[in-house]
């Protein structure tokens, strides 16, 4: 069993390749009891993007604030509040904040795509 608040879950900074402006949060995962799974946070400042990827696991994404977009398989997808997206493996994507504001949504991946 857990409870937490977000407020309490170490935000870092995403140095990968083209990335910018991007921070994760590894919210709910193995240590908090969800062998498996983790449920992690993006938050992307205005004019932030992760880079554009593949990889082998799947995810599952909630945008829970602001606006952006996201580059999925040579589509471009409108994201705001409430948006959900399935992303398979080794589908190509990437999200873009196109907004004034962050743009936060949660993430869920199998355990070994939390790096």
Same mark, same amino acid.
């Given at each position: 069993?857990? $409870? ?14 083209? =990335?910018?402006? $991007? ?7 193995? =240590? ?5 799974? $983790?449920?992690?946070?993006? #938050? ?5 993007? #992760?880079?554009? !990827?593949?990889?082998?696991?799947? !995810?599952?994404? &909630? ?13 471009? &997808?409108?994201?705001?509040?409430? #948006?959900?997206? &399935?992303?398979?493996?080794? =589908?190509? !994507? ?7 504001? =962050? ?13």
């Amino acid at each position: 069993m857990f $409870v937490g608040h977000v407020r309490e879950k170490e935000e870092a900074t995403v140095n990968l390749p083209g =990335a910018a402006r $991007v921070t994760k949060q590894s919210l709910i995962g193995p =240590a908090e009891g969800w062998a498996g799974w $983790v449920m992690r946070q993006f #938050t992307l400042a205005p004019g932030g993007f #992760t880079p554009r !990827h593949q990889h082998p696991w799947p !995810h599952i994404n &909630y945008v829970v604030a602001g606006a952006g977009q996201l580059y999925l398989e040579d589509q471009e &997808y409108q994201l705001e509040p409430g #948006t959900i997206a &399935y992303i398979p493996g080794g =589908a190509e !994507h990437q999200f873009l904040n196109t907004g004034t504001k =962050a743009l936060v949504f949660l993430c869920i991946v199998p355990e070994e795509g939390d790096k």
